[in-house]
């Protein structure tokens, strides 16, 4: 009977410095690479951010804009901050969910949006509004040219009342006990 043949084991190959410094080199290029890229690509503005329906978004503030032209209670429609974008239904980060005065400020981390973003939404040709007249009890939309009006700001300061302020950019972020009052008198 033949004898099989024991093979011998083949000294371990010691790795060279090709192999040690290899994976660390590749791991160094890769994190730089994300690096420049996120520098160099900007990401979209947040104002353009389409939330997802399924998203559990865990940042959520209803401040309330109170809108009064000339001297008569307004409400905002419930379509601010929803539009079509190629052929989708998009839902803006600030908008309402219902005619009303609350606004609803919704994303995936806290963020600080103020009036001048919520004025970018909801005059988005800058020259126009759009509220509701309530007055006979049954909701009639309305168009309001901004031209036609002097528009002033205040909001509801810890000082316990409304504060004017000469811009909007003066209001403060907004929180969820944030009240600002958009005043609009005829010309």
């Known amino acids: 009977m033949p004898k099989r043949k024991v093979k011998e084991e083949k000294p371990r190959k010691k790795l060279g410095k090709k192999q040690i410094l290899l994976p660390p080199v590749i791991a160094g290029a890769a994190t730089l690479a994300g690096i420049l890229i996120m520098h160099f690509i900007p990401h979209p503005p947040v104002l353009d951010v389409c939330l997802r329906k399924e998203a559990a978004d865990t940042f959520n503030v209803y401040p309330r804009i109170q809108i009064i032209v000339d001297g008569h209670a307004k409400l905002m429609p419930d379509n601010i901050g929803k539009l079509s974008k190629a052929g989708k239904e998009c839902l803006r980060i600030i908008h309402t969910d219902a005619i009303g005065d609350v606004l609803h400020v919704q994303y995936v981390r806290p963020i600080r949006l103020t009036m001048d973003d919520f004025i ?66 005829s010309k």
């Open 120 to 185: 970018k939404i909801y005059s988005h040709d800058n020259r126009t509004i759009s509220v509701i007249d309530n007055s006979t009890g049954t909701p009639k939309n309305e168009i309001l040219v901004l031209k036609d009006f002097n528009v002033e700001y205040s909001y509801f300061s810890e000082k316990g009342a409304f504060t004017r302020v000469s811009k909007s950019s003066d209001i403060p972020p907004f929180t969820n006990d944030l009240v600002v009052r958009v005043n609009l008198r």
